[in-house]
Structures are given as structure tokens and as C-alpha cells.
């Protein structure tokens, strides 16, 4: 088992930057693929981005690639999501997600572990 605990969401302006941190505890988090998903109000949960276990392989949404930047510290057990040149629609509630997979999957049904969200809110 994988427990997942976001944080790091808050209000900020367009243009501005937040850091989203994902810790991990559990089995090894060094195993896990990991991601991060999103899902604003009305809206179905769309991916963002992905990490592979190894760390080399990189996955984006198209909506963010430039933006963000998606990495792991595997002593702390924490997985980050830099958000850079924030929009007023990337408000949403960010999830992270785990997985034991080889691969990367960019859909939720993919990972089997995931966090209770955190609320980012970008104004105009």
C-alpha cells in the first residue's frame, strides 16, 4: 500500500507560480510511477503529468508543457509538480496518483494510489 498526501495549492494571480508536493509513505516510493491529475468544477479529471519510476521519463499534457515541471526527491519519498505561468484555467483540484507500473499511463485508470487533492486557484 501507497499513501499520498498533496499540498501546496493556494490563490494566486495569472502569471504567478506554486509548488504542489506529493509525499508518500507506505510501501517503497522509489517504485512508483507517479503522477499528477486535475479536475475543475463540471469538468472530468484530466491528466497533467507523469513521472516514470527511474525519474528519465517525462510525460505532459499538452496545456502545460512549458509550464510545468513534474520531479521526485526519492529520499524524502515526495513527488513535485512546478507550475509556472499560471492561468486562470488551470483552477482545479490537483490530485496525485501512484502507481507500479512499468510504463507511464497518462489515464487515471492507471494508477492504483491516490492523494485527497489540493485546491489551486489561479485569478485574472
Known amino acids: 500500500q501507497v499513501q499520498l498526501v498533496e499540498s501546496g495549492g493556494g490563490l494566486v494571480q495569472s502569471g504567478g507560480s506554486l509548488r504542489l508536493s506529493c509525499a508518500a509513505s507506505?510501501?517503497?516510493?522509489?517504485?512508483?510511477?507517479m503522477a499528477w491529475f486535475r479536475q475543475a468544477p463540471g469538468k472530468e479529471r484530466e491528466f497533467v503529468a507523469a513521472q516514470s519510476k527511474s525519474g528519465v521519463v517525462t510525460e505532459y499534457a499538452d496545456s502545460v508543457k512549458g509550464r510545468f515541471t513534474i520531479s521526485r526527491d526519492n529520499a524524502k519519498k515526495t513527488e513535485y509538480l512546478q507550475m509556472n505561468s499560471l492561468k486562470p484555467e488551470d483552477t482545479a483540484v490537483y490530485y496525485c496518483a501512484a502507481d507500479d507500473s512499468v510504463v507511464v499511463p497518462t489515464k487515471g485508470s492507471g494508477y492504483k494510489y491516490w492523494g485527497q487533492g489540493t485546491q489551486v486557484t489561479v485569478s485574472s
Open positions: 507506505g510501501r517503497t516510493f522509489s517504485f512508483s510511477t
